[in-house]
């Protein structure tokens, strides 16, 4: 199976990112996480989007705040898939880095979810990787069958308590 690449531009993002990785490690998918920045480490960055493919990798997580320029220095680097998760930042509620991150010129593309997206980050990643994966495609079957019955619970014990 091919792994997923997780790159951080600060450790600050760390705390949406751990959600992330518990998501991957809940579907049994391997994962590399690295602190690169688009900024302070764009050389670093530069070789780890070009060698991905080589070592590995078959999709990019990349998060950053603010100006978020990371997933578009990976993606500007790599043909694999990146995903961009905008980090909500002290300015504009996460806005820059959403407009950063999705705001990306015709040919390279990133992925974009939610400002603090971990958990659909991973899910996203899985389902690109479980295109050629059948064993993952039922684990992420199985997961969302699991969280239709949770909510369907939460349903069935707010009918009981309000329609006495």
């Known amino acids: 199976m091919k792994k997923v690449g997780i790159v951080m531009g600060s450790d600050s993002d760390l705390p949406i990112l751990r959600k992330t990785m518990d998501t991957l490690a809940a ?8 602190v690169y920045s688009a900024h302070r480490t764009p050389e670093e960055a530069r070789d780890f989007a070009l060698n991905a493919r080589h070592n590995g990798f078959g999709v990019i997580i990349a998060a950053a705040g603010m100006a978020a320029h ?11 898939p990146v ?12 806005m820059d880095a959403l407009l950063s991150t999705v705001m990306m010129p015709s040919g390279i593309p990133v992925a974009t979810v939610a400002v603090n997206g971990g958990v659909n980050a991973a899910l996203l990643a899985a389902q690109i ?12 079957d199985a ?10 619970e939460k349903d069935a014990a707010l ?6």
């Open 159 to 164: 009918q009981a308590e309000l329609n006495k």
């Open 27 to 34: 579907l049994d998918i391997p994962f590399e996480c690295h």
């Open 143 to 152: 997961k969302r069958a699991s969280d239709a019955a949770k909510v369907l």
């Open 70 to 80: 990371l997933a578009g220095a990976i993606a500007a680097n790599t043909t694999l």
């Open 83 to 94: 995903i961009g998760i905008p980090c909500k930042g002290p300015c504009f509620d996460g």
């Open 129 to 140: 990787i479980a295109v050629s994966d059948d064993a993952l495609a039922a684990r992420l």
